[in-house]
C-alpha cells in the first residue's frame, strides 16, 4: 500500500523519486514495429514469377469459452513477380515481456484482384514464433529445423518505436538561504523537499519527481535526481517545467517555500546554473515566465543551484535484449515437510497427470517466458528443506535436482522432468531457509562479466515463512547491486503478510543499518492468482490452467524489464549493441491454411 506525504522525514527520504515511488515503476508497454523479407519462396506461376503477400496473426484467446484462435492483425503488399521480396508494408503492436505473444505468419502467392479472399490464393508457406523470439535474437535469420520439404525463409526485424521514451535529465540540485528567517539557525531552518511537475497548456500540472526530505536546514544537498525528459517535459526541451520546493510539515499541509520555472534547454544547453526561488507575498504564489526579475508581489525565496545537469541516451529492456544480453534462469523449490505427504492428494506436490500441481504451475508460468531470452535453454533446478539420498540422514538446505547432481536441466520439461524425480528420493523435512540459495545466485552472478552480456533471474517457490528471515534479508542487501533479480512464489494459505517486507515497493529492504542499493525482489502469493479451491490441487481444466499461468506470469515478471535497466544505469552499462535482428522460417503444409478472423 502506497504512503502519502504525512510521513516522517526518514519514511519520505526513502520515497523520493520519479512518481510512482520506486519499487512502484510506471511501466507502460513497449510498441515495436516488424518489418519482413523473405528469401527463395517457392514458385507457383507458370509464366512468371510468385506474386508474395504476407498476412500476419496473433493468437488470441476464444469468446465464449472457445479456445484460443489465430486473429488477423497485419498484411503486407503485394510484391508482383519476386522470389526475394521486401515488403515495405509494416506491423505495429504492443510487447509485453510477461506476457506470451504468439504470431504466426502466412505468405500467399496471389492470382486474383480480390486479395481479401485468401481461399482464392496459393499458399506458399507459414511460420509460428513468439514476439519474444523475434525481439531476442541477436544473429540475424535462423531457422527452427530441417523439416521436411521446406522452402524459403522469412526474415522479421522488429525495431522499438521510439516515442520519446530515450532521454534522461541527470542533475544535482542544492539549495541556498532557503527561505531563510534570517534570525537564528534554530528559528530559520527548514525541512525542504522538492517537487517536479510538467506543465500543460491549460495551466494545469502533473507531479512527475519528488525528492527526498533534507531536515533541519535551509542549505539543502538533495540527492542526484534523475527524470526522463518525456516525463518532465513531453520532450520538448524548450518547454518550461516547474520546480516548487516545500517544507516538509509531519501532519500534512506541507508549505509552498517558492518556485522556479526551468528547462532543459536553459539548463543543458544555455548552461544556466542557478535559479531564484520566488513566492507571492501573502503565501499564493505567481510564476513570471521569461524573467528572473521579481515583480512587485513576489519576494525572494533563495536560490537552487544545479551543480550536475545533463541529457543523456536512457537503454530500454529491448535495446539490452536486442544486443544479445541472455537472462539466466534458476529455481528452488520448497521441499519441507509442511507441504504434506507426495502420496496423498492434499499434498502441495502431489502429482497428478491430469492436472498440475501449483508448483509446477508456477515453474512453467515464469519459466515459459524467461527461456525465450536464453539461447541455451540450460536452467538450473534446485531444491531445499529436505532429507537427500543416498541415505536420507542430513537436511540439505540446497540440492540440485538433477539425478546426475548437476544443476542445470535442458528446456522447461527438463525442469519439470527433475521435479517431478526428485519427489520420489527425498524425504520432506525442513526449516525454510532461502539464505543459501540467494548467497549461490549471489555467488554466481558476482562473476558475470561486468558487460550486461547476462542478467540472473532467481524464482523461488514456498508454501511457508522462512525461518532465516535476518540472515535472507542481509543476503538480498548484498546481491542488490548485482544483475540479479529474484521473484518469490508463495504457494498455499499461509499468512505471507512477512513476506512483504523483502519485496521493498515503498521502502528499499534495511537491516543492521544497511540498505539495498536497489529493489531486486518481487513477491506473489499464487492464491491470488488461483481462484477459490477447496484443495491445493483440486481439478482444473487446462484451459483454467493456462489461465492462472498467464496472470501469474503477469504478476511476477512485470517489473523484470525496469530491475534489469536500473541495474545496467547504475553501472553505466551500455548494449553489447543496438541492433534488432530477428528471424522466421517457412514451415510448409501440403493444404490451405485454416480461415483466420478478421
Not at 513531453?234 to 517545467?241: A, L, Y
Not at 501573502?282 to 545533463?310: D, I, N, Q, Y
Not at 540439505?396 to 527433475?418: C, E, I, R, T, Y
Not at 541495474?567 to 517457412?586: D, K, Q, T, V
Request: neutral net charge; aromatic residues 8%.
Amino acid at each position: 500500500m502506497r504512503q502519502n506525504l504525512a510521513q516522517k522525514p526518514r519514511e519520505m527520504h526513502a520515497q523520493g523519486g520519479t512518481v510512482p515511488l520506486p519499487g512502484q515503476p510506471d511501466i507502460p508497454h513497449t510498441r515495436v514495429e516488424l518489418m519482413l523479407s523473405a528469401k527463395d519462396l517457392k514458385d507457383k506461376d507458370l509464366l512468371s514469377k510468385s506474386d508474395p503477400m504476407c498476412v500476419i496473426y496473433s493468437l488470441v484467446p476464444g469468446k465464449g469459452g472457445t479456445g484460443p484462435e489465430f486473429v488477423e492483425i497485419g498484411r503486407t503488399e503485394v510484391i508482383w513477380n519476386n522470389l526475394n521480396p521486401r515488403w515495405n508494408a509494416k506491423v505495429t503492436l504492443n510487447y509485453f515481456f510477461e506476457t506470451k505473444q504468439q504470431l504466426r505468419f502466412d505468405v500467399f502467392d496471389i492470382d486474383t484482384e480480390n486479395t481479401r479472399d485468401l481461399s482464392s490464393q496459393d499458399f506458399l508457406g507459414r511460420c509460428e514464433c513468439h514476439l519474444a523470439d523475434i525481439v531476442a535474437a541477436a544473429h540475424g535469420c535462423q531457422n527452427f529445423g530441417d523439416e521436411p520439404g521446406q522452402e524459403g525463409k522469412l526474415i522479421i526485424r522488429a525495431d522499438e518505436v521510439d516515442e520519446g521514451q530515450k532521454e534522461m535529465m541527470r542533475m544535482v540540485c542544492h539549495g541556498q538561504q532557503v527561505a531563510s528567517k534570517g534570525i537564528c539557525w534554530c528559528l530559520s531552518a527548514r525541512d525542504p523537499f522538492l517537487e517536479f511537475h510538467r506543465l500543460y497548456a491549460d495551466g494545469s500540472k502533473q507531479l512527475v519527481y519528488r525528492t527526498e526530505v533534507q531536515t533541519r536546514t535551509v542549505d539543502p544537498e538533495w540527492k542526484p535526481i534523475e527524470i526522463s525528459v518525456r516525463h518532465l517535459c513531453q520532450g520538448d526541451k524548450n518547454r518550461d517545467f516547474l520546480v516548487e520546493c516545500f517544507d516538509y510539515k509531519l501532519a500534512g499541509g506541507h508549505k509552498l517555500l517558492g518556485s522556479a520555472l526551468i528547462s532543459v534547454q536553459k539548463l543543458v544547453t544555455l548552461r544556466q546554473h542557478s535559479f531564484p526561488l520566488e513566492r507571492k507575498k501573502g503565501g499564493k504564489k505567481r510564476h513570471k515566465k521569461g524573467t528572473a526579475a521579481l515583480s512587485p508581489s513576489m519576494v525572494s525565496s533563495g536560490t537552487l543551484r544545479f551543480l550536475l545537469a545533463e541529457c543523456r541516451r536512457e537503454y530500454t529492456w529491448l535495446d539490452f535484449v536486442g544486443g544479445g544480453m541472455q537472462l539466466e534462469f534458476m529455481v528452488s523449490i520448497d521441499f519441507t515437510a509442511s507441504n504434506g505427504d507426495v502420496r496423498l492428494p492434499n499434498s502441495r506436490h502431489f502429482i497428478d497427470n491430469l492436472c498440475l500441481n501449483q508448483y509446477e504451475i508456477a515453474i512453467r508460468s515464469v519459466l515459459e517466458i524467461c527461456q525465450h531470452y536464453n539461447d541455451s535453454k540450460q536452467f538450473e533446478a534446485f531444491g531445499f528443506g529436505a532429507k537427500v539420498p543416498p541415505n536420507q540422514t542430513t537436511v540439505s538446505h540446497l540440492f540440485p535436482l538433477q539425478a546426475n547432481g548437476q544443476p542445470a536441466a535442458h528446456g522447461v520439461d527438463g525442469v519439470m522432468d527433475a521435479y517431478r524425480t526428485t519427489l520420489q528420493s527425498v524425504l520432506l523435512y525442513g526449516p525454510t531457509y532461502f539464505e543459501p540459495t540467494v548467497r549461490y545466485a549471489s555467488q554466481k552472478c558476482a562473476n558475470f562479466p561486468r558487460d550486461g552480456s547476462r542478467y540472473q533471474i532467481l524464482l523461488l517457490i514456498t508454501d511457508g515463512l522462512i525461518d532465516d528471515m535476518v540472515k535472507t534479508k542481509l543476503a538480498i542487501i548484498e546481491a542488490s547491486s548485482l544483475p540479479l533479480s529474484i521473484i518469490i512464489i508463495g504457494i498455499g494459505d499461509e499468512d505471507f503478510s512477512k513476506m512483504d517486507e523483502l519485496d521493498s515497493d515503498e521502502l528499499l529492504l534495511q537491516e543492521n543499518n544497511l540498505v539495498a542499493k536497489r529493489d531486486i525482489v518481487q513477491f506473489v502469493p499464487f492464491r491470488e492468482y488461483y481462484g477459490a479451491v477447496q484443495l491445493p490441487n483440486s481439478k482444473l481444466t487446462w484451459e483454467h490452467q493456462a489461465k492462472v499461468q498467464a496472470q501469474l506470469a503477469k504478476a511476477v515478471l512485470e517489473e523484470i524489464p525496469y530491475q534489469v535497466t536500473s541495474y545496467m544505469r547504475m553501472h553505466n552499462i551500455e548494449p553489447l549493441a543496438l541492433r534488432r535482428n530477428s528471424f522466421g522460417n517457412f514451415l510448409p503444409v501440403p493444404s490451405a491454411p485454416p480461415t483466420a478472423k478478421k
